[in-house]
Every structure is written in C-alpha cells, then in structure tokens.
C-alpha cells in the first residue's frame, strides 16, 4: 500500500495502529472512532454511554491518526438523530451511517487542503473488551426498559448543552446524487 502513495487512508473498525504504519501515512490517516472523543475511546464507545445512562454521548469522532487511543486530532464530531422508539442497535446504526458520510467529507477535505483538525483535550474514561459483562449488558437493557431515551429526549437541550464537541459536522458537504452516493 505504501508504493501506491494514496493521498488518504480510511481506518474504521481496526486494532490499534502502531509504527511503521503510522509514519509511513502521516497526514493522511483519517479514521472513524464511534464514541464521542476524549469522552469516551478504545472499547464499545456506544455501548458504555448507554450502559452509564448518557445517550446524548453516543456518536462518532473522526479524527486523524496518532500513536494514542482515539486520541488524534479531531476533523468532525457526528451524533445520530435518537427516537424515543430507538434500541441500543438502533442507535449504533444511525451513528455508523452518519459517521460514514461525515468520513466522505473528510476524506474529500483532505485532498482538497480544506482541512482543519483541532487538538483533543485529555481525559475521557477509556474502556477496553475486558471491561465488558453481562451485568453491563443487564444495565444496558435495564436503563432502555426504565425510559432512558425518552427521559433524555425530554430534557436534550439541557443535557446536550454539556457536551463540548469540537466540531459537529463543521465539514463541508461532498457532493452527493439523489441516490446518496458521492
């Protein structure tokens, strides 16, 4: 992939990154972190939020590549448009799909010289698989079943007012058909 020099890589849905990858694309790796960072990074970033209670912090972060976790400097934030009928899955869809246009945008920026990501601040809680259970599972369910979305949804304003995102879909749009496709 090197010897084909692209002008950008797309990461979603790897490991960790590490030398010499890193360097060998510096610049030019954008990746798809579905969690809001430095709220929350590494492991299951929209299952911890609904676990804890804080749907307004489901989403996504894109952001370019560094050594850390989730921790490069942010090109778009993205969060889904929740419904007081959605699930956890529903919610993890609606994330996936509006990540992957904010990615194209991205992406399209880059190329252009159009870009301009920002630097996170530290902190955020980090989760990893062996933070996973089925009591967090349990807790998950629990909190869907005891009216969380609607109860966010009642007071969003208040509660999304918390949030300090960089940047919320602060990209220019690429070109799409009627379709959907760029």
Known sequence: MVAARPDVVLVFGTGILREPVLSAFEGRLINIHLGLSPYYRGAGTNFWPLVNGEPEYCGATIHMLDGGVDTGPVIAHVRPEIAASDGPHDIGNKTIVAAA??????????????????????????????????????????????????????????????????????????????????
């Open 101 to 182: 246009r904010a990615l194209a945008d991205a992406a399209d920026a880059l190329t252009r010289g159009r870009l301009n990501p920002v630097p996170q601040p530290p902190g955020g809680r980090v989760y990893k698989r062996a933070d996973f259970s089925a009591d967090a599972v349990r807790r998950l369910y629990d909190n869907f079943e005891r009216g969380m979305v609607p109860e966010y949804l009642a007071h969003r304003a208040h509660r999304d007012a918390a949030l300090s995102l960089v940047h919320m879909r602060a990209l220019p749009p690429v070109a799409r058909s009627a379709e959907g496709g760029a």
